[in-house]
Nanobody, 119 residues
Framework: QVQLVESGGGLVQPGGSLRLSCVASGNILRLKAMGWYRQTPGKQRELVATIFSGDSTNYADSVKGRFTISRDNAKNTVYLQMNSLKLEDTAVYYC?????????????WGQGTLVTVSS
């Protein structure tokens, strides 16, 4: 059973910073791409950032220059450093991973962590 657990969300003022973490656990042979998405009520979940197994990254235009995604393969962990946060960054942030176990490739999601940017 593979699962993702996010942490690090919370309340922060505009201009502030937060660091999200997502740890993968279970019978993992390989973690391929890992990413962060976010969702606000009434809107579709949107991609924030992705990091691939070769450490290449891509970002949504709205977060470029402010957010940084990284990963620690030894810890099966992906991070999202969020700086210069804006009101519009408020959302539930979800971790996503493309996983290979002994039998198959599949995609999993974390339960989400709430980020609230407010003065």
């Amino acid at each position: 059973q593979v699962q993702l657990v996010e942490s690090g969300g919370g309340l922060v003022q505009p201009g502030g910073s937060l660091r999200l973490s997502c740890v993968a656990s279970g019978n993992i042979l390989r973690l391929k791409a890992m990413g962060w998405y976010r969702q606000t009520p009434g809107k579709q979940r949107e991609l924030v950032a992705t990091i691939f197994s070769g450490d290449s990254t891509n970002y949504a235009d709205s977060v470029k220059g402010r957010f940084t995604i990284s990963r620690d393969n030894a810890k099966n962990t992906v991070y999202l450093q969020m700086n210069s946060l804006k009101l519009e960054d408020t959302a539930v942030y979800y971790c996503n991973a493309a996983v290979r176990d002994l039998f198959r490739d599949f995609e999993i999601w974390g339960q989400g962590t709430l980020v609230t940017v407010s003065s």
